[in-house]
């Protein structure tokens, strides 16, 4: 399928802005979302992202295109022994090191881990960034999201992506941050009044199964949190829904997947049309209003 939709070109063509959602391994469906927007010359003037779609919109709001990122991911996370390397190469030189540097069984530390697997052209600061970017997180002792837009990028992507239980919180000005997308799992709400479409993009899934299978203790883990995130992406919803929501199929694909990627991306590719024929009718819309 294919959109009527022309590339937005002109100066009085409608704004975009994109929230990108959190979903781990599922939110390497968001790399389709940038592609589309690549090929309609489409580009956002606002971005938020909780999580990977944190860092999606990072690599984005960065310059770079759909298919930069996707080369990027598929030679990195994609790839077993590309892993091992760049993890062994933060490796502590030293057991002292490693126990001043907060080792703790059972978590890893993400703002080490998480340069290490960014592409060279994330900057390292919000500002220089070219598309303002909102990045969330969630203040785990203030029980309330923290909008993170200027300063430290790569601190605020860490601590985005700070998943409970896998990786150890982050600290910013003081406070301790945990996962986004815990309490913003879509956060097009913080994209209202920015531009004339918003887009959000659903990657959060939900327990896939026959309906009778008792889940592991480790998929009830996380399909309760898909539950919990999903309940509130519908109040939301009720609330200020965006003019576009999509939903790539995601639910066969754990947090944790990367390696999964290509079939990641293979499973979700139909999100691409469903993108473009969406913008079509909306930017017909808008052109009537």
């Known amino acids: 399928m294919t959109s009527g939709l022309v590339p937005s070109t002109s100066s009085n063509d409608p704004t975009v802005a994109i929230a990108f959602g959190g979903g781990g391994a599922r939110g390497l469906a968001h790399i389709h979302v940038i592609e589309a927007l690549d090929e309609l010359g489409i580009r956002p003037v606002a971005i938020a992202g ?30 077993r022994a590309e892993i091992f390397n760049r993890l062994w190469s933060l490796r502590p030189a030293s057991l002292t090191q490693a126990v001043t540097g907060g080792f703790r069984f059972g978590q890893f530390n993400i703002e080490r881990i998480l340069p290490a697997f960014l592409p060279d052209k994330i900057p390292k600061d919000f500002a220089d960034l070219q598309i303002p970017l909102n990045v969330m997180t969630t203040d785990y002792y203030g029980q309330a999201e923290r909008v993170c837009s200027s300063g430290d990028l790569f601190q605020a992507l860490a601590a985005s992506a700070a998943l409970p239980a896998v990786f150890m919180p982050v600290r910013i ?3 301790v941050m945990i996962d986004g997308g815990i309490y913003n ?105």
Request: net charge neutral.
């Open 173 to 175: 000005d003081g406070r």
């Open 50 to 79: 909780s999580s990977i779609g944190a860092i999606m919109g990072a690599g984005m709001a960065s310059g770079l295109t759909g298919a930069d990122i996707r080369s990027h991911t598929l030679a990195t996370v994609g790839r």
């Open 185 to 289: 799992p879509v956060p097009f709400d913080h994209l209202t009044g920015l531009a004339d479409i918003i887009i959000g993009i659903d990657v959060v899934g939900g327990p896939d199964g026959d309906g009778e299978t008792m889940p592991s203790r480790i998929d009830s883990l996380f399909g309760a949190s898909q539950l919990m995130m999903q309940s509130i992406i519908a109040m939301k919803l009720k609330a200020h829904p965006p003019h576009i929501l999509l939903r790539p199929e995601v639910n066969r694909f754990r947090v944790m997947d990367f390696l999964k990627a290509q079939d990641v991306l293979a499973a979700t590719a139909g999100v691409k049309d469903q993108l473009k024929v969406a913008l079509d009718a909306a930017f017909k819309a808008a052109g009537k209003a």
